[in-house]
């Protein structure tokens, strides 16, 4: 087996070690600083002997293979191995900040559980159960930074699955095996949690955290993104920056900001379920025209509502004629549909699009395509008529 150095000071990066076994690009080594990945941690890179290591992973031996492309190694040659720093301890500050941060936000809400764990280099996340609001999640981070000034202590422990103690610590005994030992990391008296990756040693080592966004995972929950140290910083700075232009732009007061924006948008819904109905009823005063021997409906429409040009366009084919209808917003979105096989919509939207240096395509009874610039929608319109009768001819 090999022995682990990580597991008793994640700050050693390098180290000697012997080669046990090569295979093609897997290297095996008696000791190794390696990280090979695990609760959500990606595994460590770096180098042996100036050869780059991409990956390090367990295999099924439970030795720890470090893939190593191209590599000249031979096994019992003495190598200096050097693990990627800066990464390896963006890494630890990552996965301990993830622990602090869930903690903070379990004090707002209690039943809150961990679906999933992100800790990359470019990504840091935590999926829970379910949403919080954003004062829950502002009122955690508070409770983390505080932490944070306070430079709390970081620990690792190992306990024995009869230890009574081990109720108070947040943990997923069905998933380690009954022959493993359990590692318990401890951050102040704030947190205890079941975990086998790399830490630092103190809280003020993360300088600052921040939750910079939330996402739906689907069936898994809601991603928790955050940031610490230095990226943390220059996040924060950058989000107090685009906040103070956005109140600006508003003319409120800060602490008005959140409920006017809510105003707006509230508004912007309404005029938008306005002009909906707007458009639908001036779509269905449109009259058809013949064109050709083929009942044409040709219209300009203001919005760009897919549901409602859709679905009038869907109804003029239904009846066999021929719809040519284009959305006006800052930019034409474009429908044709046919319900007479002599106008072939695929081929011929595209074509008038072209013109007008726009582009589009579909099926021959349906197409859509859009132009960039709005003011040409009437001549668009007309194109698509003349485009039509002459299909015809």
Not at 34 to 54: A, M, W
Not at 145 to 154: K, P, R, S
Not at 339 to 368: I, S
Request: charged share 30%.
């Amino acid at each position: 087996m090999t022995d682990e150095i990580f597991r008793h000071d994640g700050y050693v990066f390098e180290f000697e070690a012997n080669v046990v076994s090569v295979n093609g690009d897997e290297v095996i080594l008696d000791s190794t600083a390696f990280y090979p990945g695990g609760g959500g941690q990606v595994c460590d890179t770096g180098s042996i002997r100036d050869i780059r290591v991409t990956e390090a992973f367990y295999n099924k031996d439970g030795d720890i293979v470090h893939r190593a492309p191209g590599n000249d190694l031979t096994p019992g040659e003495r190598v200096w191995c050097s693990v990627d720093w800066d990464r390896r301890y963006g890494l630890m500050q990552g996965h301990t900040g993830e622990h602090l941060l869930f903690c903070s936000l379990k004090r707002q809400c209690p039943d809150l559980t961990i679906t999933k764990i992100m800790i990359s280099p470019e990504s840091k996340y935590v999926i829970v159960n379910h949403d919080l609001t954003w004062e829950q999640i502002r009122d955690a981070q508070r409770f983390a930074n505080q932490a944070i000034v306070d430079n709390l202590a970081v620990t690792k422990s190992i306990m024995d699955r009869d230890d009574p103690d081990l109720e108070k610590v947040r943990i997923k005994l069905d998933r380690i095996p009954e022959d493993e030992e359990i590692s318990v990391v401890a951050i102040g008296d704030i947190d205890l949690s079941a975990c086998s990756g790399v830490h630092v040693m103190e809280t003020g080592e993360l300088e600052m955290l921040i939750v910079d966004r939330k996402v739906s995972a689907g069936k898994d929950g809601i991603a928790i993104h955050f940031k610490v140290g230095q990226e943390a910083k220059d996040a924060a700075a950058d989000m107090t920056s685009i906040a103070t232009a956005i109140v600006d732009e508003i003319g409120c007061k800060t602490e008005d900001s959140v409920r006017a924006v809510a105003n707006s948008r509230h508004e912007l819904d309404l005029y938008g379920r306005l002009l909906r109905k707007a458009t639908k009823d001036l779509a269905s005063r449109i009259p058809t025209e013949d064109v050709g021997g083929i009942q044409v409906y040709s219209a300009v429409l203001p919005g760009s509502d897919r549901a409602v040009l859709t679905d009038t366009a869907e109804s003029v084919k239904s009846r066999g004629g021929v719809a040519l209808i284009v959305g006006v917003t800052d930019t034409l979105s474009v429908i044709m549909a046919s319900g007479d096989t002599r106008v072939d919509c695929r081929k011929l939207l595209p074509e008038v699009l072209k013109q007008f240096g726009g582009r589009g395509g579909g099926k021959p009874d349906f197409a859509q395509g859009g132009v960039q610039d709005a003011a040409l929608a009437d001549e668009v319109s007309k194109a698509l008529k003349d485009a039509v009768l002459k299909s015809l001819d």
